[in-house]
């Protein structure tokens, strides 16, 4: 799993996200591009683009994915 958010803009119970303390941030894009080349070197061939954030919520998601289908 990559977590390129840890930002919701919901607040469902069962979710611990609603709780954390932690920073709420985005990936900038140059580590998320850094991350898929180190994947693609070490022969990872899947991904999941989630964990405690709500993915679509990142403004570059989509400069990430067309560069990621790039590589």
């Known amino acids: 799993m990559l977590e390129l958010t840890n930002s919701c803009n919901l607040d469902c119970i069962m979710c611990g996200n609603r709780k954390t303390v932690r920073w709420r941030g985005f990936m ?5 591009i850094r991350v898929f080349n180190e994947l693609l070197e070490n022969r990872i061939k899947n991904v999941a683009l989630h964990s405690t ?3 679509l919520l990142h403004p570059k998601l989509i400069d990430i994915v067309k560069e990621e289908t790039l590589l």
């Open 28 to 32: 900038p894009i140059e580590i998320a």
């Open 53 to 55: 954030g709500e993915i």
